[in-house]
DNA sequence: GCATCTGACTAAAGGTATTAGGCAAACTCG
DNA sequence: CGAGTTTGCCTAATACCTTTAGTCAGATGC
């Protein structure tokens, strides 16, 4: 009956590993309880159950993924700032996987309120402000900037942009080309 | 042992039901059964295991999905055709949640080949038919509408853009738009 | 009608999730 | 420091879900 020391901390960083190596879908309570060398009953004194862990794991990459955005914005604006929140994003999902694939996973309103979603859109605000954009169009770009950047980099996970010309990169490289020029050039609202 | 009629195609089918109903994640092979009131074991003549089960209905998805985007280019070109297929995918995850997440399903390499996302790429580069680009530029802007096109249609089923203005079938009209802006202005390659 | 095939069944083993209750290690405080 | 309390990990038990093996009867073909 030795303690191991577990935490939700120790656990959720344990799970988000987990997830990197096999996979999010791969992380559950009992492979969790085996990496511990403990009884499975055992973590519920610390995980309310498999949708809290799987919880716990999301806002950690959320969170992670919210530092690395501010980190990269800092200090850079227009452009820049725009392909320098796109490839963290980017990298990130090529990094940790697991760890990507839980920042999707569906959360309670709660848990998305305390989440670091706010601000993941913050930051792609923040980006907007090297372009001339007023409201209601700035949000429309924030909405498409995070489009992209989720849609992009889902499908490329899912090997939708391998084993076909032009590579991956060189297409990353032009859509953000294209979503500069389109955001210093946003078009006026069409006349109905 | 009256014999049910169990058939692969009504076991997709039904399965793709039980997804729109209860979610794609709820979709088992015990719960399958159940909706038959059949033995558990019996389904196992019919479905190779719960993964092929999931994948069976994540290829009806992609196909469906391919069907209605034809269908919906016909006749159409230009922007549209850009707002009809990106229609197409908005109103499918909308009607059918449980349909659309299971065309996310991770498939095989040999079940990706046998499924209907070669027609979904060709659908896209068909409307880019309207416009003026030339390779790469073409291959970069199929992938840049793939990924608006998943990325928002994901974001928004997330629960994304809800409780916030503007709302977002207006943020989708402008953002489509925008593409169609883009596309027919879109940059050259920039002087490395 | 008979032989064959096949679809659904029973049985069984193994994995995951979750709860209840017990015991000992670790903390708390006089 | 030692008594009392808290807490962490345990055993035990229940309930699903998945998958395989082997059986039997209903449907099919000649």
Do not use: C
């Amino acid at each position: 009956m030795a303690r191991v020391g577990l935490t939700p901390e120790r656990l959720t960083r344990a799970g988000a590993e987990m997830a990197d190596e096999a996979g999010f879908d791969q992380v559950t309570v009992s492979a969790l309880a085996r990496r511990f060398d403990v009884k499975v009953a055992s973590l519920y004194s610390h995980v309310r159950n498999s949708h809290d862990l799987k919880t716990r794991i999301a806002l950690l990459a959320l969170a992670e993924l919210a530092d690395r955005g501010s980190a990269a914005l800092a200090g850079r604006s227009g452009k820049d700032a725009l392909t320098a929140l796109a490839d963290v994003y980017r990298d990130y999902a090529r990094d940790h996987p697991g760890r990507y694939a839980a920042a999707q996973f569906r959360l309670t309103p709660e848990a998305a309120a305390a989440s670091a979603g706010a601000r993941h859109s913050q930051m792609t605000r923040a980006i907007l402000r090297g372009y001339d954009l007023a409201e209601p169009d700035q949000t429309h770009a924030v909405r498409l900037l995070g489009s992209v950047f989720h849609g992009y980099v889902t499908l490329e996970q899912a090997g939708g942009f391998s084993h076909s010309a032009p590579d991956s990169q060189e297409s990353w490289t032009r859509i953000l080309d294209a979503l500069d020029a389109l955001l210093r050039n946003w078009p006026a609202t069409e006349a109905g």
